[in-house]
């Protein structure tokens, strides 16, 4: 592991915080990404948000990946920004191909809202807790989810 | 069904009303549902995805350098902006780098485009709260500036003119004289508006005290650009994390702290000023040399090269028909749009084409703070609220 990476801040104090939280790091173009375990998502947010030295209490995005057909098949990605240290810092969360689902983040950041309700209309990720999960960009009885790997780009017809 | 406010048990009735999807003042095909008692909205949601066209799929399924025209049609009054952002971020990819004089130019249109993009703001705003005349005159100013742009890239609005590595062209000469004349004249223009609206009592009845957001809610709910700015915090990523050589300008980041209608509005004028600064400082200190990057794998070769060089038509044909490969791995690049924080995030497989390719809309989230400001207050002032975030529907839907 590259020692830039080992002396991120972040990533010790997270480390400290809950050891088992972090399941991985990586850093590539000098940006830190951290995935996190999935039942410890609410908790390790709440923290780098409340932490005075890290507090990244912007919460500028959420999106996901299809790895499709590797398997856990999604990652959902969070990228969040300390206003006052000027840091970004990606999150991920695997979750798996069948019935995939993630803790809603919004209790944490309100704005998360519109952001799941997106990955969920156009990957169908479930996110539990969420106060209204449904379609945002495409019509209500669209089928299928458009941005998933093995959804055509023309469409099914 | 459509979107709609159910009904919450044990509460009187109350009328619903669908303001939208084709409504003058929601600034595209924005449909709100809002309760009302009376004159009074209680509660409010949007209903979105009315131009929804999957640019997100459509970037995985070209090359990087032809998803850079699906970037102009995303945010249609920031065209160059957008491209900006994305060029950045696949050249984050790449690590390659971009030379000063492209950098310089880059850094010109784009505070042009802001300019402009904020005319039209004015402009719509103006006239959504009953000011007819500012509209004339911003869009005066504006057709200028799209004059300059379609010097520059031959497009008025879809310029595509950043490419991955550099620029599309030379700019043509005399293009210089446009913006100095530009640059030369606009400040006289502004007080002009100003002095139509910035001490206007009927514009200050409608805009101080509306809408107000403090700066926890603001950061709460994802607001970036200078509706955060209008609410107090300053954070300009200009300036915060600079980009594009952003750092060896000097201006200032405009930041009020009232929060409302009035503190946004004030917070862009002052933008464009700062704008004007910029390209200012631009224009005089434009550096000499190339304006694509040393890196013939990635860059087309110019024409006349391509005539005597077989390497030179070898890179070409290879770029053309297949693309370039970028290493594999993901990068987040944002850029401050006139709207907010807009951001490309990046992952490659290692292919010519995007694996996947997430915008990061400014109006998109902005929009979410939409509610939280027009609840408890009049229907009319639901037009000022929306035109004071200045959301464009073709970002938010992407």
Known sequence: MPSELESNLTLKKLREFAPQAVDEAREFRGEITIYIRPDMLIRACEFLRDEPDLSFRFLSDVTAVDLYPSEPRFEVVYHLLSLKNAKRLRLKVRTGGDNPGVDSLVPVYPCANAFEREVFDLFGIQFAGHPYLRRILMPEDWEGYPLRKDYPTEGYR | ?398
């Open chain 2, 1 to 398: 069904m459509p979107i709609t406010l159910e009904k919450i048990p044990g509460q009187e009735e109350r009328v619903i009303l669908s303001m939208g999807p084709q409504h003058p003042s929601t600034h595209g095909v924005l449909r709100l549902v809002l309760e009302l008692d009376g004159e009074t909205v209680v509660r409010a949601m949007y209903d979105i995805g009315y131009l929804h066209t999957g640019f997100e799929k459509s970037f995985e399924d070209k090359t990087y350098s032809q998803d850079i025209t699906l970037t102009d049609r995303m945010d249609y009054l920031n065209p160059l902006g957008n491209n900006l952002g994305f060029c950045l971020a696949v050249e984050k990819l790449l690590d390659i780098e971009i030379p000063a004089r492209a950098q310089w130019i880059r850094v010109l249109l784009t505070e042009l485009t802001r300019i402009q993009s904020h005319l039209v703001w004015l402009g719509t705003h103006a006239i959504d709260l009953g000011a007819m005349s500012v509209m004339l005159y911003c869009f005066r100013e504006r057709e200028t500036i799209l004059h300059i742009f379609e010097m520059v890239s031959g497009q008025r609005m879809m310029t595509s003119y950043f490419r991955i590595g550099g620029l599309a062209l030379e700019p043509p000469l005399g293009w210089l004289k446009l913006v100095e004349e530009f640059v030369k004249a606009f400040p006289a223009r502004l007080e002009e508006y100003e002095g139509l609206l910035t001490k206007n009592p009927i514009w200050l009845k409608r805009t101080v005290g509306i809408g107000t957001l403090t700066a926890d809610e603001a950061t709460g709910w994802g607001l970036s650009g200078p509706s955060l700015r209008g609410s107090g915090v300053d954070y300009d990523i200009r300036k915060k994390e600079p980009y594009s050589s952003y750092e060896k300008f000097d201006f200032k980041v405009a930041t009020r702290p009232e929060g409302d209608v009035y503190a946004r509005y004030l917070v862009r004028l002052e933008e464009i000023r700062q704008s004007l600064r910029i390209v200012q400082q631009a224009m005089d200190g434009i550096p000499e040399g190339p304006i694509k990057a040393n890196a013939p794998h990635i860059v087309l070769p110019d024409r006349e090269s391509m005539k005597t060089s077989i390497e030179a038509l070898i890179y070409h044909f290879k770029i053309v028909t297949e693309g370039f490969h970028p290493p594999v791995g993901e990068v987040y690049q944002a850029v401050e749009s006139p709207r907010g924080e807009l951001g490309f995030y990046m992952v490659s497989d290692g292919s010519p084409k995007p694996f996947r390719c997430h915008v990061r809309a400014p109006s998109f989230a902005n929009l979410q703070a939409l509610p939280k400001m027009i609840e408890g207050r009049l229907i009319a002032d639901v037009v000022a609220c929306i035109g004071s975030i200045d959301i464009i529907l073709g970002e938010v839907d992407r």
